[in-house]
């Protein structure tokens, strides 16, 4: 009887606060209200009464929770019982752009110009309030988020100078990749590569360590000649190979924690336009070829659609100006080329929401309007985590690239880039593969090893599982650093998309991502010296993990002069987030 009395009274309560938030004009909880007299209830009726009071009040909560007309901003109404309200208008929502990673914080800075940077760094140096800094919010970790309070740059975003003779631009961090490569291409200029996506904000870009794909070509922080930091100790400070190249090789990919970059010198190249050619290959003809592949090409990757044996091999190089544009036709249009994909989405329609139109479901919109990807996502969400399901919708998109061999041609930020789909979570780990003239084949080894994990556990992996190289970076920090010139790297990403806003299956699909992801660690990363790209490395849960982690981490990278910068440059962390604390402890707080 207690037990049913104190249960009531606890819902009861929580339900009042629940509806206080919603009004202010509730009446105060009086747990008077709920009480009898002081003994015990005195035969059987009242302790049925007070049973079936508690089963009311519980009915009522349940019907309520999944009845309540909540309001729009009321975000993630059903994840915490009993927690909604509303959000004030002074506080923001800021998302990373794969969705996994999101924060609420009143403090969101964009300064206009350098001087409104350095007093916005200042006073918070003095309050010792937090300002992380954030791009654009492409890195599928959030490595720059933090509710404490963010500093944006995408109001500094002018090119302040170009020196055409020596094929270099002086830019304001907060310029996106993009806009850059736009402003810059009437001196007839371009960046030496790309990374996937062209909406980085060139601050964020470096200092995680991003990377196009090319053995000859290193990582993105490579072309950085010179930086200004606007550091909370010392002000803002410019660094260079000449000026302070201890503190620029360590900050150069310095994760946004040893100032934040306000311009950056780029060493750009000749703007060209390349070829790039597609085809599809398989795992033995991949290995006759592969050291040609990777020394004939300026840029290649490979594609692998786990449960098939077909590789998606893409190449680009600049047009040859004696032999111009390749002339052969595609075999396929691509309609021909979307026709199968097409076909398992009206099948798989009909077996899981049992209708289907011509065009597809009349709550879908026109199929012909949808691209592989998007395609893919859909199918994906019908049932993301059944095995079967996704073999058939990676041997589709195998059959899609079969019929979309051929070449394109355009200028490199045109050509270079990817389309990588919604919502995912990813994870994409550097490790060594040899020198250009002598590769190591522990690449294909590492996929092979992969492949096989993925068929023996039954993983529901998805495709595409990218593979990509680099040469060396000089970058301290960076997962390629070498001091061999002629060290090459191999970056290689695994992935389960989020093609749902369901709560309940996005859940379960990061469960697995999770799963997958530690299975790989175990089997390979070690024994290949694999280690995850910063804007993708997530921090454990687990005390013990997180250790490991940290004695990891500390093995390959300068963890102690990072620290020691870091506490010369921000004594405050000021400039810290969660992540870099957990990832990169003080030795006074270990």
């Given at each position: 009887m207690l037990r049913s009395f104190t249960s009531k009274r606890s819902l009861q309560s929580l339900l009042h606060h629940r509806r206080c938030r919603q009004n202010?004009?509730?009446?105060?909880?009086?747990?008077?209200?709920?009480?009898?007299?002081?003994?015990?209830?005195?035969?059987?009726?009242?302790?049925?009464?007070?049973?079936?009071?508690?089963?009311?009040?519980?009915?009522?909560?349940?019907?309520?929770?999944?009845?309540?007309?909540?309001?729009?901003?009321?975000?993630?109404?059903?994840?915490?019982?009993?927690?909604?309200?509303?959000?004030?208008?002074?506080?923001?929502?800021?998302?990373?752009?794969?969705?996994?990673?999101?924060v609420r914080t009143r403090t969101f800075l964009q300064p206009e110009s350098i001087e409104d940077l350095e007093g916005i760094v200042k006073e918070a140096n003095v309050r010792k309030h937090k300002i992380r800094p954030v791009g654009s919010g492409l890195s599928p970790n959030g490595i720059g988020l933090t509710r404490a309070g963010m500093v944006n740059l995408a109001l500094m975003d002018k090119v302040l100078s170009v020196d055409k003779e020596k094929k270099r631009v002086t830019v304001q961090a907060g310029i996106r990749v993009q806009q850059l490569v736009d402003e810059i291409k009437e001196f007839g200029i371009t960046l030496q590569n790309f990374a996937s996506i062209r909406e980085q904000q060139i601050g964020g870009i470096v200092q995680v360590g991003a990377h196009g794909t090319g053995a000859r070509l290193p990582p993105i922080d490579e072309q950085v000649i010179s930086m200004k930091l606007v550091t909370p100790a010392k002000g803002t400070i410019e660094i260079s190979n000449e000026k302070d190249p201890e503190l620029f090789y360590l900050a150069r990919c310095g994760l946004g924690g040893l100032g934040v970059v306000a311009e950056a010198t780029l060493q750009c190249v000749e703007r060209q336009e390349l070829v790039e050619h597609t085809f599809l290959s398989n795992m033995k003809d991949i290995k006759k070829n592969h050291k040609k592949f990777?020394?004939?090409?300026?840029?290649?990757?490979?594609?692998?659609?786990?449960y098939t044996d077909a590789v998606v091999v893409v190449t680009c190089n600049p047009m040859s100006k004696r032999k111009g544009p390749p002339k052969n036709k595609p075999k396929y249009t691509t309609e021909e080329a979307l026709q199968h994909v097409r076909d398992l989405y009206l099948e798989s329609l009909t077996k899981y929401r049992g209708q289907v139109t011509d065009s597809g479901s009349p709550d879908?919109?026109?199929?012909?309007?949808?691209?592989?990807?998007?395609?893919r996502d859909k199918l994906l969400a019908m049932d993301p985590l059944n095995k079967e399901h996704v073999i058939k919708v990676n041997k589709a998109e195998a059959e899609y690239w079969r019929k979309s061999e051929g070449y394109r041609v355009g200028w490199s930020d045109e050509i270079l880039g990817f389309d990588c789909g919604g919502h995912q979570w990813v994870s994409e780990t550097c490790f060594p593969a040899g020198t250009l003239s002598k590769p190591s084949m522990k690449d294909l080894e590492y996929i092979e090893e992969l492949m096989q994990l993925i068929e023996k556990e039954s993983v529901p992996a998805p495709a595409p599982i990218e593979q990509r190289w680099t040469a060396c970076s000089k970058g301290r920090m960076s997962p390629a650093y070498s001091s061999v010139d002629d060290d090459i790297f191999s970056w290689v990403g695994i992935i389960m998309y989020l093609p749902t806003m369901d709560a309940r299956q996005r859940r379960q699909i990061t469960e697995e991502f999770f799963h997958y992801r530690h299975m790989t660690q175990a089997q390979l990363w070690d024994h290949y010296s694999a280690f995850e790209h910063w804007a993708k490395i997530e921090v454990p849960k687990d005390k013990e993990e997180l250790t490991a982690l940290q004695a990891r981490l500390k093995k390959k990278f300068p963890v102690d002069a990072y620290n020691q910068a870091r506490k010369e440059l921000d004594p405050n962390r000021i400039l810290s987030n969660n992540m870099l604390e957990k990832l990169f402890p003080s030795s006074e707080a270990v």
């Open positions: 202010p004009q509730f009446p105060i909880f009086n747990p008077r209200l709920f009480s009898s007299s002081p003994g015990p209830p005195s035969s059987d009726a009242e302790l049925r009464k007070y049973i079936g009071y508690t089963l009311l009040v519980l009915g009522s909560a349940a019907a309520t929770y999944y009845s309540f007309p909540f309001s729009e901003n009321a975000r993630d109404k059903k994840a915490q019982l009993f927690r909604y309200a509303p959000l004030p208008d002074d506080l923001h929502t800021v998302s990373n752009w794969s969705g996994t990673h999101e990777l020394s004939e090409n300026k840029h290649v990757k490979y594609l692998y659609i786990p879908e919109p026109e199929i012909v309007e949808l691209s592989c990807t998007e395609l």
